[in-house]
């Protein structure tokens, strides 16, 4: 399995923007479907954002959907989360995730996990 190691959370302002990184351990990290969960307090972990091996699919949970942007840099083994016009709402610890055994994006059931990054917006 793929290690995963996240970054980029911090404590921010409604409406303003981080960007969330996860690396990748190991080879052929373009095997991989990558996505992000998020879990906030009291709260059970929800699909964020999932993109394809190559990066020509993505998909993105509704209630973010032109806020939130995932992307990946096969190059770097690398995938992003661009957040933007953040909320108090979108408070939570933000996990990477990866699955190689499905081609498709799923929102559940994935092999590797970070360790979270905390993202913390105030009002």
């Known amino acids: 399995q793929v290690q995963l190691v996240e970054s980029g959370g911090g404590a921010v302002q409604a409406g303003d923007s981080l960007r969330l990184s996860c690396v990748a351990s190991g080879r052929a990290f373009n095997s991989y479907v990558m996505a992000w969960f998020r879990q906030a307090p009291g709260k059970e972990r929800e699909f964020v954002a999932g993109i394809s091996r190559s990066g020509d699919s993505t998909t993105t949970k509704d209630s973010v959907k032109g806020r939130f942007t995932i992307s990946r840099d096969n190059t770097k083994n690398t995938v992003y989360l661009q957040m933007n016009s953040l909320k108090p709402e979108d408070t939570a610890v933000y996990y990477c995730?990866?699955?190689?055994?499905?081609?498709?994006?799923?929102?559940?059931?994935?092999?590797?996990w970070g360790q979270g990054t905390q993202v913390t917006v105030s009002s």
């Open positions: 995730a990866a699955d190689r055994r499905y081609s498709y994006i799923r929102q559940f059931a994935y092999e590797s």
